[in-house]
């Protein structure tokens, strides 16, 4: 059995169909600051990218990083972010807005309203449902490795959070309502949380953000900068979120500004803003 100290090497990974993944923190925050550059409705002006040395503010005695490993407070320290508040996230997926770890050193942030991705990270106790099956089955609490980080997070129980393992580089999604699946890694493997805690499905950094760069590129993801109503999500997909005609429409204007290929990102944003308040007219 594993210490629970000790980082995991890689190894080749059944859910990579046996390939093993590597791990690199430039790569990382390479992809990063490329996927958000990539966003159109995302303005160039709200990611800011780490400064020389890294985000000073974020430490191995951060509040919530205590036990991470000093890999993922690095990690953390050189990530680019990307401004929002309370009630305006930047939606960056289908339920799923990127954690900013620099909202822990703000002093007007009480434990109270710490979001509760810095502190309550882990898979509560309770009752899951054995997938296909009527039965329930008792989940005991279970906190993430140390070398697990949190890169995205939502607002409710069909949030995404995207768990990012910094010894292999992969992503799994862990969702809140979750089932149980066939087990993928043995009992004593030191991936095995992703069979207790997350989604059947692993795959790398590089893919996962593929994906949703097709999501976009196809229109299936439809971003609405600037237009935040309070708990709004300002991300549409495939009409799900408003009426088909307010679909089609926001659809309409990326492609009458030129996207994917030729995008006018300033002028898809103004108009956009402009049509916003008249939607319902």
């Not at 409710?156 to 799994?172: A, I, N, P, S, W």
């Not at 300002?234 to 994917?260: C, M």
Request: charge should be negative.
């Amino acid at each position: 059995m594993m210490a629970k100290t000790e980082i995991p090497v890689p190894r080749p990974d059944p859910r990579l169909e046996g390939a093993t993944s590597k791990y690199d923190r430039n790569d990382v925050v390479a992809q990063i600051e490329s996927f958000y550059a990539f966003l159109p409705h995302i303005p160039t002006a709200a990611v800011h990218k780490a400064p020389a040395g890294g985000w000073q503010s974020i430490t191995s005695e951060t509040r919530g990083l205590e036990n991470k490993t000093p890999e993922v407070v690095e990690l953390l320290r050189r990530l680019p972010y990307i401004d929002g508040s309370v009630n305006k996230h930047p939606w960056i997926a289908h339920e799923a807005y990127p954690c900013d770890y620099r909202v822990l050193a703000r002093e007007d942030i009480s434990p109270r309203d710490t979001p509760g991705w810095v502190i309550d990270v882990r898979q509560d106790a309770g009752f899951v449902t054995d997938r296909g099956v009527e039965r329930k089955v008792r989940a005991e609490e279970e906190t993430w490795p140390p070398w697990v980080v949190q890169l995205t997070t939502g607002t409710d129980r069909e949030g995404q959070c995207l768990m990012l393992d910094t010894t292999d580089g992969t992503v799994t999604m862990y969702c809140v309502m979750r089932y149980l699946y066939e087990p993928t890694y043995s009992s004593d493997d030191p991936r095995a949380w992703r069979d207790r805690m997350c989604d059947y499905e692993t795959r790398t950094l590089t893919d996962q953000l593929e994906e949703w760069r097709r999501e976009y590129r196809n229109l299936f993801f439809v971003g609405l900068p600037n237009v935040n109503e309070g708990n709004y999500v300002s991300l549409l997909y495939d009409g799900e979120q408003q009426t088909e005609v307010a679909f089609k429409k926001v659809r309409s204007i990326y492609r009458e500004n030129g996207w994917p290929d030729n995008y006018e990102k300033k002028a898809c944003h103004e108009a956009l803003e402009r049509w916003w308040p008249t939607r319902n007219k």
